[in-house]
């Protein structure tokens, strides 16, 4: 089973460009950011980026393999406006709420 953990690390450093970019943007070290994607190949039985001393490149799998993440990973991480609670009208507001008559006499 794939650990979402390692693809999001993976996702990052695509977007990035780099291990030590994604780490430093994550705030964890560069080993652990590493390992996870290494881990991720593993569990793929594939190789998603060519490393090289200066940047890392996707494969040709690895490209199909990071928009299939980056859909996936979006339909998981809900947006904002998903989480906010529905707006109610003004009329809603005031039918829940005393008037100012009452509420000051109490």
Do not use: I
């Not at 560069?30 to 060519?50: I, M, P, Q, Y």
């Not at 529905?86 to 008037?99: D, G, I, K, N």
Request: proline fraction near 6%; charged fraction near 25%; charge should be positive.
């Amino acid at each position: 089973m794939t650990d979402l953990n390692h693809v999001a690390l993976f996702a990052k450093v695509v977007e990035v460009g780099s291990f030590s970019a994604a780490a430093r943007a994550l705030g964890m070290p560069k080993a652990t950011v590493s390992r996870n994607v290494a881990k991720l190949e593993a569990s793929l039985g594939a190789r998603l980026l060519h490393r090289t001393t200066r940047k890392v490149e996707l494969t040709a799998l690895g490209r199909a393999y990071h928009k299939e993440a980056e859909q996936g990973l979006s339909s998981l991480v809900p947006q904002a406006s998903e989480l906010r609670p529905p707006s109610r009208s003004r009329a809603e507001r005031s039918a829940s709420q005393p008037p100012s008559a009452l509420a000051r006499a109490a």
